[in-house]
């Protein structure tokens, strides 16, 4: 076997944080953080607190070399300052001592998002006290692990907690001020550099920092990064740049901010909190930069587009969406921006040592009695891999790989959906697994490298051996005949839904032939100015044209259409179906899955289904509306909804229903039927029902509309007493009076992404839903 080898020594982990494994949030004298007081109660998380040494002992079983964890700081100082909690720091040195014991290298981490709470009310990190305050929870670690712990990282992701906690609101603590996020980044910095001497005066061998990394490109140079820019795009991947990276690299590194970055910063915050001598406390020297990199920032110049609230100083850029494979949170996958990004900083900031401390993907894992078989998670790490490795060759001085992470766990403010572990946990018994992906990264530590070729597929075997069949029935199944029975075919789909097999070319039946023709099957648009079926029409067309393919149109309006396209697929006429659904209940792409031709849906589908998709984040982008009002004071909220049988709809309640939830409020629904008429009438419902409301979520743009006349009609100021938010970002939404605040969805990216999946379906290769994100679009509405 050809193995692609890693250097001599090069460092092998995962990483982890203790808010989001160890629960125990009130266990031996632990104090509050922000993060309980967000979270709005106890998490008990994966009890890690309790259940180390397992855990231990499993990273053992696996081979790894390093574990990156973070030290809960209201564990050791519940005030934040002041008396220390023994009992806090007791805990770190048994769980290090049981690494070391392991043959385990401890990398701490000495903040990573959980600030006492007891800081926070006295000011948080917008306040130069609670950088002191970390100087000496730093030196009180170190006094007691000092002997035990080599390498100590300061801050883990500073822009997250200051840009993502205090200007969008969307982490801990919840702030939503732009000045607040500036002073915040600031103390962060600041935090870092006398943290970092107070860890050498007690002896540290090695200080870090960990920074996040979202190389900022073009949609067009995501496929070409040496694409030329224009003067207006080039500008916007400065800006965002420099607040996302050299905000944070350069007073480190440099000690100096980015010149183009101070006018923002003064712009937003002022300078008053830049002390004399704080840059020369920042720039202390650094033994590692630790990396976390997940996927790119994509941007373009886009002038009147309003500031983005987690970017202040970013009015005039758009934050864009790319058509290519996505995790289940929506984060594009680009393995290659990965070598780009350490190439950039192995240039730009010479002998510097790096290690990626995080890399890692959220997917939907599927547990069997078997196992789970998280083959979406092996592609992604394994890819990324290969980018590293190709960096390293040329030069790039990455010390180490940590995967994120260990265990499924709490996941900030989206709680316990998201699945990011190589170790399934159970959150009700506690149980771990491992996944398939800890098994072969078990497998790539002990080699070193990675093999030639990659992992084999589950196979026509593989799936037989599971349902307990012939190959030649599974064979039958995969190509859509009608001789098996239904209780055979769905124990077959559900073997090929858990093992994520994808039938290749080899594995078609013999008659199967090809077309080289796609139908591309529409639907009665939903209503007549509905921009996604031109656009479907146009970007599919475009691609699969390119592609080599013949396109064939046919409208799904009538029972007799769709039997006339079932039978065009059963009698393979086509070699692949691109399928806008009905807008209500319908079985035709149930039928046209059975048919074996490989199929695409624009839409997630109403029940589960073996089928990929591609949508928008519906349910997000309803909580970013709702969140919005509720940041602005509004609580009083009603929502206009509907129709009901409409996945997408449904999505959107859910969403908004979540977010009112979260703070504590009931939802307020009313019909109607996207149309401007229908969405007059449900806000005048909801108007006469509670004079007191002071905001309107409605699900659709058209409704919106309505509920802006009908507030016009009850002498309704908008937003001075009414606040109004849509959905969709149709092209009247900015023309309203006043301008609608709406959510963004991604049409041109829904339209590319289906071609790319359909045609990855083609080609036999592994696919699963693509979930675009949207956007939140302020105007003056609300």
Not at 369 to 385: C, M, N, Q, S, T
Not at 492 to 502: F, I, M, N, S, T
Not at 740 to 746: A, I, Q
Request: charged share 20%; net charge negative; aromatic share 6%.
């Amino acid at each position: 076997m050809n193995i692609a080898r890693f250097p001599e020594g090069f460092v092998w982990g995962v990483s982890t944080s203790a808010f989001q494994i160890e629960g125990g949030t009130a266990a031996d004298g632990r104090g509050p953080s922000i993060w309980d007081a967000f979270a709005g109660g106890p998490a008990d998380a994966c009890d890690h607190y309790h259940r180390y040494r397992d855990d231990v002992r499993l990273m053992k079983d696996l081979g790894m070399a390093a574990y990156r964890f973070s030290v809960s700081w209201p564990r050791i100082l519940p005030e934040g300052a002041g008396k220390v909690n023994a009992a806090g720091l007791d805990f770190y040195q048994r769980l290090v001592d049981a690494l070391l014991e392991a043959g385990i290298t401890p990398y701490a981490t000495l903040y990573h998002w959980d600030l006492p709470q007891a800081l926070e009310e006295r000011g948080g990190w917008p306040s130069r006290d609670t950088a002191r305050c970390f100087a000496d929870y730093a030196a009180i670690v170190a006094d007691r692990l000092g002997d035990r712990v080599g390498t100590w990282f300061t801050v883990n992701e500073p822009w997250v907690a200051a840009f993502v906690g205090h200007g969008s609101g969307v982490h801990a603590p919840g702030r939503r001020s732009a000045a607040d996020a500036f002073r915040a980044a600031h103390h962060l910095l600041l935090a870092h550099g006398l943290g970092a001497q107070a860890l050498r005066a007690a002896g540290a061998a090695e200080v870090g920092a960990v920074l996040n990394f979202s190389p900022v490109l073009t949609p067009a140079q995501v496929g070409d990064f040496d694409r030329p820019l224009s003067e207006e795009d080039a500008e916007a991947v400065a800006r965002i740049d420099a607040l996302v990276h050299r905000q944070f690299l350069d007073p480190m590194l440099r000690g100096a901010y980015p010149a183009d970055l101070l006018p923002v910063i003064e712009e937003h915050a002022g300078l008053g909190h830049v002390h004399d001598g704080d840059l020369a406390d920042i720039a202390q020297p650094l033994d590692l930069l630790g990396v976390n990199y997940y996927a790119p920032a994509v941007v373009q110049a886009q002038p009147g587009e309003p500031a983005d609230p987690a970017y202040p100083g970013s009015a005039g850029v758009l934050f864009s969406t790319i058509p290519t494979a996505v995790t289940a949170m929506g984060w594009p996958i680009v393995p290659n921006a990965l070598s780009l990004l350490l190439r950039r900083l192995s240039r730009e900031y010479p002998g510097l040592e790096l290690m990626v401390t995080e890399n890692g993907a959220d997917f939907v894992d599927t547990v069997t009695p078997d196992g789970i078989h998280d083959v979406d998670r092996v592609h992604f790490v394994e890819e990324h891999l290969r980018a590293l490795r190709s960096s390293v060759e040329e030069g790039a001085n990455v010390r180490g790989y940590l995967v994120w992470t260990l265990l499924d766990n709490l996941e900030w403010a989206d709680g316990y959906r998201r699945k990011f572990g190589l170790v399934h946990v159970d959150f009700d018994t506690q149980r771990r697994r491992p996944k398939d992906s800890a098994l072969w990264y078990r497998d790539v530590i002990r080699r070193n490298g990675l093999t030639e070729a990659p992992p084999r597929r589950p196979t026509l075997e593989t799936v037989a051996a599971r349902a307990r069949v012939s190959r030649a029935t599974v064979s039958r199944v995969v190509n859509g005949e009608a001789s098996v029975s239904p209780e055979v075919r769905s124990t077959v789909l559900q073997a090929v839904k858990e093992l994520g097999y994808v039938p290749n070319a080899a594995a078609r039946s013999l008659v199967t032939r090809r077309t080289d023709t796609v139908a591309l099957v529409l639907s009665v648009p939903r209503h007549a100015a509905d921009p996604m079926v031109p656009a479907v029409v146009q970007y599919v067309t475009s691609l699969l044209e390119g592609a080599g393919k013949q396109i064939t149109l046919m409208l799904a309006d009538t029972a007799e259409s769709h039997r006339r396209i079932v039978r065009h697929a059963e009698a393979r006429l086509v070699d692949g179906v691109v399928l806008l659904p009905p807008e209500r209940g319908d079985t035709l792409a149930e039928r046209l899955s059975r048919t074996g031709v490989p199929l695409v849906l624009l839409g997630r589908p109403p029940v589960s289904s073996l089928v990929p998709y591609v949508d928008a984040d519906n349910a997000a982008g309803a909580a970013a509306a709702t969140e919005h009002l509720l940041a602005t004071g509004r609580r009083r909220i009603g929502v206009i909804c509907g129709p009901m049988d409409l996945v997408a709809t449904q999505d959107r309640l859910a969403g908004h229903r979540a977010a009112m939830e979260r703070a504590g409020l009931r939802v307020r629904p009313a019909i109607g039927d996207l149309t401007r008429a229908s969405g007059t009438a449900a806000a005048g419902q909801l108007l006469g029902d509670a004079p007191d409301l002071d905001a309107i979520f409605a699900a659709d743009d058209r409704m919106a509309i309505g509920a802006l006349l009908a507030a016009r009609a009850a002498g309704r100021r908008v937003p001075d007493d009414l606040a109004i938010v849509g959905f969709d970002d149709i092209d009247a939404a900015s023309a309203t009076t006043p301008a609608l605040t709406t959510v963004r969805v991604p049409v041109t990216e829904q339209a590319l992404a289906l071609a790319r999946l359909l045609l990855s379906r083609l080609e036999g290769r592994s696919t699963t839903p693509v979930v675009l994100p949207t956007r939140l679009v302020v105007r003056e509405s609300a």
